[in-house]
C-alpha cells in the first residue's frame, strides 16, 4: 500500500482557500441569478455554451462534456429550460441515438437579458481584485488543473462526469 503523500501547510492553506472561495463564488453567482432570473449558474452556462454553438445548438453528449457534467444532469436541466421556452430539443434525423439542445430565440432574448447582471457579478467577485498579472496566473493554474483532471490517465478513477 502507498504511503499518504499529506499536504505541507503552504498546500494545505492554499486548499483551504480554494475551498472556501470556490462555494462562496459558486453560491455568490447563483444567488445572483436567482434573484434576477429564476435560474442557477449551471442552467445559465447552458445557455451560454448553445449561444456560442453554430445555430446555437449541440449534440447533448457534447453539451455535457463541454461542462463537465453528467448526461443525467445535463438532460435535468435542459428539461427546466425547455419549461421556459429558452431551449428544446431536437432529434437527429440520422442517428435515433443523438438529441440535440437548441437555445430557442426566447432563450437569446433571455440571456440577452440575464448576461449584463452576471458579469457584473463575476467581474465584483473576481476581476476587479486581480491584476493582469493575477489574471493571466489565474488562467495558467485553471488551465493546468482542468487539463490533469481531464487527462484520461488522470486522478478522476470513477471516469468523467459525461462519461456516466
Known amino acids: 500500500m502507498e504511503e499518504t503523500r499529506w499536504l505541507n501547510a503552504e498546500q494545505l492553506h492554499a486548499w483551504r482557500a480554494y475551498c472556501s472561495a470556490s462555494v462562496l463564488l459558486e453560491d455568490t453567482i447563483d444567488q445572483q441569478l436567482r434573484s434576477t432570473a429564476g435560474i ?9 455554451r448553445l449561444s456560442d454553438a453554430p445555430d446555437r445548438r449541440l449534440r447533448m ?5 463541454q461542462l463537465n457534467i453528467s448526461r443525467g444532469r445535463l438532460t435535468h436541466a435542459v428539461r427546466r429550460l425547455e419549461e421556459d421556452g429558452w431551449v428544446r430539443r431536437e432529434n437527429c434525423s440520422t442517428d435515433r441515438r443523438t438529441q440535440f439542445a437548441v437555445l430557442t430565440d426566447e432563450g437569446m432574448a433571455a440571456l440577452a437579458r440575464i448576461a449584463p447582471g452576471h458579469v457584473t457579478t463575476v467581474r465584483a467577485a473576481i ?3 486581480l491584476s493582469s498579472e493575477q489574471t493571466r496566473a489565474f488562467t495558467e493554474i485553471c488551465e493546468t488543473i482542468l487539463a490533469a483532471l ?3 490517465q488522470g486522478p478522476a478513477t470513477t471516469g468523467l462526469p459525461w462519461r456516466r
Open 40 to 48: 442557477i449558474h449551471l442552467y445559465y452556462t447552458v445557455m451560454v
Open 61 to 65: 453528449t457534447d453539451l455535457a462534456e
Open 127 to 129: 476581476f476587479d481584485h
Open 150 to 152: 481531464t487527462d484520461p
